[in-house]
């Protein structure tokens, strides 16, 4: 069966109806499933921002009872989403209809989701959209299954659609169909609620199933289509194992977008990315780099192998690892060199500036072509609060060096190795604060003698 691909009439109408109250026992977890995430965001988080962009004009997600945490997602992600709650789980078709209020507001089109289906893309809400607005009033979604078992199936006759029967309702020579049902549906909006209100629970599992209401719809003289999609886009999450498995997929998809647009990664299988990483053309990745959420890497600059980022930017140029770790609101300046085993939090590194191994920098700023020395840090915490260490342009911090914030190193300024400073640094200057080396001429003869003397006794 062809799918074709349409494009949602702008001036539609659509509300989308998001069922997230499952509390997904199978993934043995006080979190309920919807708040597990993949590519670091919720699964919840990514359906929500993906019918956004698919151009939903209004939002209400379905949640359990006493489910704060959920709502509280909801808001996050979808600020102007409705919330209704779900008292009692009696079937799918039920769950729509706890969004009866919003359903009663005459939307042009109904996309009903799942918060549990995070790798459904903006064009395939698009495409299950599109029928609709040629007639259809019920849009089902479905995929050929490389194993069906478990799965509804579509019962067609040429291209129609006549029923979705599920699993355990099935016979024999049903549960040999593999175009299965994928879950998610559209709508007419003015037919919706008398659609609903028609679903009966006289099934193996008394539930009021969703799925019914296309054989209604036939019944009623309306006609039915489907908009077939990849599997992997219907791939839903019940259990750990599939939730590792929607990982990979959707790493999959982010390095593909990455290499596409000019980013090179040398061992693709070993990057992992956030749904919102931004690489620019000719970033390098080595193998084995992980990118938490929020993080920019401009045009030209190289992540070596094994670093860890977050919360952070790399400008243009600039070298990073191997083995650093950028913490939120590290800011890596043009051709600045952050090298290995350096971990920076709330810090600017100026352009061309170098922390080059062994060093820690939390709530700095680092002049232009400064050089931080290995075994630096800032002593940036005293127990109650945090305080700031600002380093001048082209200074220079020897190796093993304590800064003890609130500091200024100046422009310019020099800090002996092994020192710990607690007074700010003028412009120029050289700072040491350390003890006066005492050397004293034959002592390590007598020492040894006298050890093994004692050792002899």
């Not at 989403?81 to 779900?86: E, L, P």
């Not at 380093?391 to 190193?409: M, R, W």
């Not at 092994?418 to 390590?444: C, F, H, M, N, Y």
């Amino acid at each position: 069966m062809t799918s074709i691909h349409h494009s949602p009439q702008p001036s539609r109408s659509c509300l989308a109806i998001v069922l997230a109250a499952g509390e997904g026992t199978r993934m043995k977890s006080g979190k309920p499933k919807v708040l597990h995430q993949v590519a670091n965001r919720s699964m919840l988080g990514h359906v929500l921002a993906v019918l956004a962009q698919a151009g939903a004009t209004r939002m209400a997600v379905v949640i359990g009872p006493d489910r704060e945490d959920v709502a509280k997602e909801v808001s996050r992600a979808a600020p102007d989403a409705q919330v209704f709650v779900q008292r009692d789980r009696l079937g799918t078709a039920h769950a729509v209809l706890s969004a009866r209020e919003a359903l009663g507001q005459a939307p042009d089109d109904v996309i009903v989701a799942f918060g549990d289906t995070p790798l459904i893309l903006p064009e395939t809400f698009a495409r299950l959209r599109a029928p609709l607005g040629e007639g259809a009033a019920v849009v089902a979604m479905g995929f050929h299954a490389k194993d069906p078992t478990g799965y509804g199936r579509f019962i067609t006759s040429g291209d129609e659609l006549l029923a979705i029967r599920e699993h355990r309702d099935a016979s024999e020579a049903e549960r040999a169909i593999t175009l299965c049902n994928g879950g998610l549906m559209a709508i007419r909006g003015d037919l919706a609620l008398a659609l609903l209100d028609r679903v009966r629970n006289d099934n193996a599992k008394g539930e009021y199933y969703l799925t019914d209401i296309v054989e209604i719809a036939r019944s009623l003289g309306h006609r039915t289509a489907i908009a077939v999609v990849p599997e992997e886009e219907v791939h839903g999450v019940n259990d750990r194992a599939q939730l590792a498995a929607a990982e990979r997929m959707i790493q999959d998809r982010l390095r593909h977008v990455a290499m596409a647009s000019g980013v090179t990664l040398v061992a693709p299988e070993t990057v992992f990315l956030s749904y919102d990483t931004r690489l620019g053309q000719d970033v390098v990745v080595e193998p084995h780099v992980v990118f938490g959420p929020g993080v920019v890497v401009e045009d030209g600059a190289v992540i070596h192998s094994f670093s860890h980022l977050e919360g952070a930017r790399v400008a243009s140029g600039a070298g990073v690892g191997p083995f650093a770790r950028l913490r939120p609101g590290a800011s890596i300046g043009p051709k600045a060199k952050v090298g290995n085993f350096v971990e920076i939090k709330n810090t600017d590194l100026g352009a061309g500036a170098k922390v080059s191994h062994l060093t820690y920098l939390g709530d700095a700023s680092v002049g232009a072509e400064a050089n931080i020395g290995a075994g630096t840090i800032t002593c940036n915490y005293d127990g109650f609060g945090k305080y700031r260490t600002e380093i001048g342009e082209g200074a220079f911090i020897g190796s093993n060096s304590s800064l003890v914030a609130p500091v200024t190193i100046g422009k310019g300024a020099f800090v002996g190795s092994g020192s710990v400073i607690t007074e700010s640094i003028p412009e120029d200057a050289l700072g040491l604060g350390r003890g006066r080396q005492i050397v004293k001429e034959g002592w390590a003869v007598a020492f040894r003698e006298k050890a093994q003397a004692a050792k002899r006794k």
